[in-house]
């Protein structure tokens, strides 16, 4: 057959995902989700691509990161950006739903320059929880934050991960009483949003230089901007006479106030850091907003929480359009990959849609490749050897001896699957004994059934443990009728699955919970009986 | 706010799935992964788009029903039209594997007309299971089979299913004993598809008068694709002197006999129909095909395996292209969805990508939107009241009394989630009694956590399960030392999980298992106290 023509590869931004790297990504999906349904989410699912008007004038700049359909007659759409508008559009659509708390894993789509190895993808997954309803303040917005700690600690992250956060409302006090020009609020605050990877001079500049603030003006801001802290930093606010006057001011520091208490309501306050510096790209937030950084995430020149919201676009290259090669920037894998989570408050969203019912909204949105970056680089320093079984087989059914036994092997199988055991048997009519091995090894398979001359006369089989140890007395397998096969392989299974838990436990590798793979030291070859 | 000017909708053809929808739908997506898995099948993830050459000439006339992407610059790309095209690439580009059982659950595109009602969409999902790699002959085949029959009965179809099967050699071995011409083999194989909605009278016209088949022929052929068995019709066809000297005929006797064997030892013989009538629309299938009806998917004229597989086009009304408004062709629901699982042997389709490398490979395909639509069908038929819940809320922590107890009911919130429990409460500093009881019912949360002024004050709460008859000693909850709450609640939990599953086998609705609702009577408040 002749070499095919075209290209072999997937689209630009785009991979397949396969293998290990397929398991460790379910294993965060899990996670995610049971998190979501403790907090009684439910899910929804909208289409891959919305009517194009639906998108338009909801991500500023950035729109020209959206992907097109062609036009084939009939409407015209587009892939969806991020699940937040689609969820916006679903519940104007939807009057009858008032409140929701809807979680979506889904992936969106966006027309930026690839980075692989920092996990900025054009193809990429979110894993949004939104709270959309009427309720007395702040209250979904602490139950928010608590919900991004259970997904980290779920995660095995143990603390080593920072919530930044901040108020738009407060933010905006402070570009008012400074003496922002209204007009300049919104291009002075993606100013201020850089200060995670420039110094506050170069910030400086760019608000004076580039974008034409008064030096006095963008120093008082510079007094502000750089401030962290919790509680104290909301006393320090409270306590600037002017600051403490300004109407939008009091509204966000009122909210801050009620948050930190609810915070610590929930256990969860040393996770957040009130930073004035995170300002966040989207227009549609009205209330809190926040991103999740952690080690390694966050170094010095990190680009911030780009792909869990809205990246900034790639600035281009000359000659180089965002469809050149593929441009990492860095091979350094140790460069931050930017925020792992991020999301707000937006109050007005739902109404760009209906019209004129309001609908506040809270949520956030966890950026899954990059969460999936981390992980692996932490399982692979933590071990050398693989921690990630490919499947889930728990039985491999074998035949020893030269007749194959296949229709015995297969009623065996069957067996099995009809009491739910996964069960797998080689597709040769007479398989070579360690043809066999070899393939319940690759997978860590952990239990073997063993059919020899012997034990079909007999109606047994015998029950194997895979990877005992030598001088083991079980090491040979043991003998069962095949009337009792299922119950001793449900015993044996039970057992494993409790050890292994308490085993993880004790390595604490949550992540890796039940995917963790047999040790196996390859077998030889037992005789049949 | 003024009203928006776009319309307020999704695409042509899509639609937002929430709520019971969701849910059961999400049931049946975990009922089909877990027989994937029993198998040992691992599942890979492809973008949703693919380079517009890799879908190109793989479809046939269907082809126009493919969606491209708008050229903005760089590569052009169409959306995936199945997951069997996306899957042989990937096995082209991945060398080192030579053989993996893939399962991929994931939405494709197709831009036919749609019809709602049947479950045929734009955009709609496809769970596929395919074996990839060399192997002792119809081994795969035969688990193929063997898993199609596992999912209908993990969904509690309880055999009200038929898998009609063929074998594409046996059909261009009849075709050329009975005289068809080489370049008429394929549009008279697809006239033979059109057997199962019209008599033969008039696939007979459409081969003579359209295709300008010789009448003789297609008598010839008449006397055999109307015959359906198992080992009985492949017993005739072999004692038929003329077929059984023909070479393909040969091979695909010898293919099927094998099958019948294997399917024998995997206990499912009694599910598939050997139907010489089924011809399938690809044309990459090489081996044995199949397809899969059931009551109420396949009456006398059911559109066959369109959407499982390959949709034929819909015939355009004069002025009405694909675009113009939802075209039903029948609101009874009660016409069939076509057939609801679909595939065959493709041991071509990889070295198209590849060049020269071939890797067998034999595979089905679930069509879940129609699953959705006829189980949900049957749902309703079986009872009148709700069997779903939408959220998994374990628990809802009320507050009786005019303080309101937030921060307490936020503590033990956390105190629950930290254990695992899901949980909620009302966004509410102050909330009403009933609006607490109606929060709770509305989602069939089985238990309610009560806060009164004595409970707080002695440090207590009281554990309530939900829908308990008037006179039950434990109507009013009962009262445990808020250290001993979780493990309260983890008890009555597993108890109640345990009683709900014996329940729920007894009414043999395994397809909702565990989401069945709690049929609550509304609660009058009991006095906090």
Redo the contacts between chains.
Sequence with gaps: ????????????G??????QD??I??KIFSTIT?VF???????????????R??L?GKYGEDSKLI?????????I?S?RYDLTVPFA??L???KDIQNI??YHIA?VYR?DQPAMTKGRMR?FYQCDFDVA?T??PM??D?EII?IIC?VFEGLGWNKTYTIKLNHRKILDGIFQVCGVPEDKIRTISSAVDKLDKLPWADVRKEMTEEKGLDGEVADRIGEWVVLKGQNDLLERLRSDEKLSANEFMKQGMTDLGLLF??LE???VLDRVSFDLSLARGLDYYTGIIYEVVTEGSAPSATPSAEQAEAPKPAKKKKGK???AEDDDRSNDPTVGVGSVAAGGRYDNLV??????TQIPCVGISFGVDRIFSITKARMAAATSTSLVR????DVYVMAFGGKGF??ER??I??QL?EA?????FL???KPKVPAQFKAAEV?GVPFAIFLGDDEVAAGKVKVKEMGLQEGHPEKEGILVDLKDMVAEVKVRLERKKQLDQVTSQAEGLKVVDGIKAEETTPETPAPAS
Tied chains: 1, 2.
């Design positions: 057959m002749a070499k095919p023509k075209f290209e072999l590869k997937t689209p630009k785009t991979k397949d995902w396969g293998g397929m398991v990504r379910d049971e349904k403790r907090h009684g989410g439910v899910t929804i699912d909208t289409p891959v691509f919305e009517l008007d639906i338009a992907y097109d359909l062609a036009d084939q007659g009939g409407e759409c892939l559009r679903f104007a659509m939807n708390k809807r992936k027309r193809e309803g309720y007395d209250l979904p602490a608590r259970e208490e609810y309501a929930f256990n359009g965002p469809d109404g760009m849609f209906s019209g004129k490919n499947n889930e087989v296949l229709k297969m009623a199988c069957a699957w739910g055991i996964k069960a797998e597709y040769k009519i997978n």
